[in-house]
């Protein structure tokens, strides 16, 4: 394929967050295998692709939502896996390239376009099984290509002949927490801005195998996978309380007017508890409430309000 050339690039500033994002413009013709392929290989327009398989996802596909807590924890939160089956439509002659090509979904484009595309290949581990091989063969990282964003190319080795029916296995697992990791935020921050939940219930994923290492139109017909959630990443619950100005003597009631919310629970005000109360309405001064509520995930959120009294 053809070289291509970084035309556009957006930011997207998120607090203290810098993600850049682009895209790497080219056009691309489709074309259906008609016959075997061989070293004189199909002709079709350049910098066209040929698609090689009639492939399908292990259905569906294992998402383990990204968990603040737990990943500083020292566990490992925040991942996609996928098996996908690639039968091939015809002979692939010894020599000829072969190429996994994952279409991501729209929610993960942040992510892939984060640094050029070399944060998600840190986070991707992925391995194929040739036919009539007994071992997965891993990829390497010169074998992923992510620079384009919202896709990433899996490079098969060359050096094996398949033949027309037989079913290559590849595996893939994209550990998108590191990339949330890596971002320095603290539990309180939201990280569906950075992947958002899917409208659908689930993650839409397509793949196909071609010979080429990226598809600009992306055709009809290619393998579709859906991830079993749809949420990428838990948020932690929101804790409504106010600053409050009192008198010398006035009664105060600390969980008065206090609130307690979660994306996933709904209200959780009953699970709100005090960790500290220094108030003392007894005569003036500035004193401090710290809530802390805690949601089904085991997320943690803590809010601190200033009580002074006059």
Do not use: C
């Amino acid at each position: 394929m053809k070289k291509v050339t970084l035309l556009t690039a957006s930011v997207l500033a998120l607090g203290s967050i810098g993600l850049t994002t682009g895209s790497q413009l080219a056009h691309a013709d489709v074309a259906t295998p008609q016959t075997s392929i061989n070293s004189n290989g199909v002709q079709v327009s350049d910098p066209g692709i040929t698609i090689l398989d009639k492939g399908e996802f292990v259905n569906p596909l294992t998402l383990d939502t990204y968990d603040y807590d737990l990943n500083h924890a020292g566990f490992s939160t925040g991942k996609v896996v996928m098996e996908y089956d690639s039968k091939s439509l015809f002979t692939i002659a010894l020599g000829e390239t072969k190429h996994f090509n994952l279409l991501l979904p729209e929610e993960f484009n942040l992510i892939s376009g984060k640094d050029g595309g070399a944060d998600l290949k840190g986070a991707i581990t992925a391995s194929y099984k040739l036919p009539g091989e007994t071992d997965y063969t891993d990829f390497t990282p010169e074998d992923i290509t992510t620079e384009y964003e919202g896709q990433v190319d899996f490079k098969l080795s060359a050096t094996s002949l398949i033949n027309i029916g037989e079913t290559t296995k590849i595996k893939i697992q994209i550990d998108y927490g590191k990339i949330l990791d890596g971002l320095g935020q603290d539990r309180s921050f939201d990280y569906k801005k950075i992947i958002p939940d899917s409208k659908a219930g689930g993650y839409t994923f397509k793949g196909m195998l071609t010979d080429d290492d990226w598809i600009n139109i992306w055709p009809e017909g290619g393998a579709t996978g859906i991830t079993d959630r749809g949420m990428a990443a838990f948020s932690a619950p929101t804790i409504n309380a106010s600053d409050i100005e009192l008198k010398v003597g006035d009664t105060f009631d600390p969980m008065a007017q206090v609130t307690a919310s979660d994306d996933v629970d709904g209200d959780i005000t009953n699970k709100v508890v005090i960790i500290s109360n220094n108030v003392d309405t007894t005569k003036p001064g500035i004193y401090h409430v710290t809530y802390r509520v805690t949601n089904s995930s085991g997320i943690t959120s803590d809010k601190t309000i200033t009580v002074t009294v006059v």
